[in-house]
């Protein structure tokens, strides 16, 4: 009988050895189970802000790209603008190099007038052209030499103090920036 039961106690300690070894292993799946669980919900969070955060840079960039793309059509818009304007003032340059004869005396005839009344009588003129030599002669002012320029006069005072540049490319260079603002408000009804 002694045998017997030591046969049944190990019988009896290898079924409680099975059937602990089954509960551990149910344990550990259990444990398992939930760290992998648990691991797909960490990664499905972090895929989330990785996507959040992903798109949300995009945007970003979208923004920089939409705000520079913007800034450069401006630019471009800009610089157009200005080689139109820029064409204006050639034209008009032009223009006064070309005027007719009389217009162009009566016009250089106010600018001395002008100009005279600001620096006294005794003034002294240097010419661009031939026909200022004329008007001046004919204003009784004296010619003191002869200027290369498109157009107009430079008069001075008797003591050579101050000097007015009327000829017309000192006249376009003064007014350049004014008459660019008319100019753009005028082609481009802009409020600068």
Same mark, same amino acid.
């Given at each position: 009988?002694?045998?017997?039961?030591?046969?049944?106690?190990?019988?009896?300690?290898? &079924?409680?050895?099975?059937?602990?070894?089954?509960?551990?292993?149910?344990?550990?799946?259990?444990?398992?189970?939930?760290?992998?669980?648990?691991?797909?919900?960490?990664?499905?969070?972090?895929?989330?802000?990785?996507?959040?955060?992903?798109?949300?840079?995009?945007?970003?960039?979208?923004?920089?790209?939409?705000?520079?793309?913007?800034?450069?059509?401006?630019?471009?818009?800009?610089?157009?603008?200005?080689?139109?304007?820029?064409?204006?003032?050639? &034209?008009?340059?032009?223009?006064?190099?070309?005027?007719?004869?009389?217009?162009?005396?009566?016009?250089?005839?106010?600018?001395? &007038?002008?100009?005279?009344?600001?620096? %006294?009588?005794?003034?002294?003129?240097?010419?661009?052209?031939?026909?200022?030599?004329?008007?001046?002669?004919?204003?009784?002012?004296?010619?003191?030499?002869?200027?290369?320029?498109? %157009?107009?006069?430079?008069?001075?005072?008797?003591? %050579?103090?101050?000097?007015?540049?009327?000829?017309?490319?000192?006249?376009? &260079?003064?007014?350049?920036?004014?008459?660019?603002?008319?100019?753009?408000?005028?082609?481009?009804?802009?409020?600068?």
């Amino acid at each position: 009988m002694g045998s017997m039961s030591a046969e049944k106690i190990i019988k009896r300690i290898k &079924k409680d050895a099975e059937k602990e070894v089954k509960n551990i292993l149910k344990e550990a799946e259990k444990q398992a189970a939930k760290i992998q669980d648990d691991t797909k919900k960490q990664v499905k969070t972090e895929v989330e802000k990785i996507l959040r955060d992903g798109k949300k840079q995009c945007e970003n960039i979208k923004k920089i790209l939409i705000s520079k793309a913007n800034q450069d059509v401006k630019r471009e818009i800009i610089k157009a603008q200005e080689k139109i304007i820029e064409e204006c003032f050639n &034209k008009a340059y032009q223009k006064l190099f070309s005027l007719p004869e009389k217009k162009y005396a009566d016009m250089v005839t106010r600018l001395i &007038k002008k100009s005279c009344a600001e620096l %006294g009588r005794q003034c002294l003129i240097t010419i661009s052209r031939d026909i200022d030599r004329k008007i001046a002669e004919k204003l009784g002012i004296k010619v003191e030499g002869q200027v290369k320029a498109s %157009g107009g006069v430079i008069l001075k005072s008797a003591d %050579g103090k101050i000097t007015i540049d009327n000829t017309f490319d000192s006249i376009l &260079k003064r007014r350049k920036d004014e008459l660019r603002t008319q100019v753009g408000k005028i082609l481009f009804h802009t409020k600068k």
